[in-house]
């Protein structure tokens, strides 16, 4: 049930990431001046402060914005924000500045020729977006994003702080109560661990799947 938490926590994030990172690495290479500039600084920020840091600030602050609402309809005392909510908006928001690199560099290698041969023909941004730019820039970020979602996986540990119940909150629990760490938090690594190397599996299969045309045509 923890590891599955993990997973769960992992996935939304990757998936908020994914989409913040994709507005991002647009607002950076075609936006204008002002956006460009919010999208830098963004990504300027939170690649630069610690992840924790990021997950504090969204649940005491998330909480505090509750309590400050509940105490309009009579509510009193702490409110908390939801650990797994929590977890999932930090996690995506710390990932998207980093997915957001990972999108740009992947556009940036996209043969310029295509893209004006595209728009000789008269075709749209949606259109060319759709059958040009997307694909390839997948194809070309698959790498990129494996790291990520490596580094995802690893984030989500620090969730354990708002009291999510996800893999490594579930050892430290099971070894305060029965006195046996090393067991443990020695199978929360094994855990991570095949976690992590049947990610690099999939990968790695979904990079060579992506680039088996590219392979034929070399």
């Keep these: 049930m923890a590891t599955a938490m993990t997973l769960a926590v992992a996935l939304c994030g990757f998936v908020v990431g994914a989409v913040i990172g994709t507005f991002v690495a647009w607002?950076?290479?075609?936006?204008p001046m002002p956006v460009r500039a919010v999208a830098d600084g963004y990504t300027t920020?939170?690649?630069g402060?610690?992840?924790l840091l990021v997950i504090y600030l969204f649940y005491f602050g998330g909480s505090a914005a509750l309590g400050a609402i509940?105490?309009?309809f009579g509510a009193q005392g702490?409110?908390?924000m939801p650990a797994f909510m929590t977890g999932a908006i930090a996690i995506g928001i710390v990932s998207g500045a980093y997915q957001a690199e990972v999108f740009r560099g992947a556009f940036q290698v996209l043969s310029k020729g295509e893209l004006e041969a595209a728009r000789s023909v008269g075709m749209g941004r949606w259109l060319m977006f759709r059958r040009i730019v997307a694909p390839q820039v997948l194809r070309y970020a698959i790498p990129g994003m494996g790291n990520t979602?490596?580094?995802i996986l690893k984030e989500s540990a620090l969730i354990s702080v708002t009291g999510l119940v996800e893999l490594l909150r579930q050892s430290h629990i099971a070894a305060g109560s029965t006195r046996r760490p090393f067991d443990f938090y020695m199978t929360a690594a094994a855990l991570y661990l095949v976690i992590t190397w049947i990610s690099t599996i999939?990968?790695?299969k979904a990079e060579n799947r992506s680039l088996r045309g590219l392979r034929r045509a070399s």
Excluded at 27 to 31: D, E, N, Q
């Design 27 to 31: 607002a950076k290479l075609a936006g």
């Design 45 to 47: 920020v939170l690649r």
């Design 49 to 51: 402060i610690p992840d």
């Design 70 to 72: 509940g105490s309009l």
């Design 78 to 80: 702490f409110i908390g």
């Design 149 to 151: 979602w490596q580094l």
């Design 202 to 204: 999939l990968f790695q």
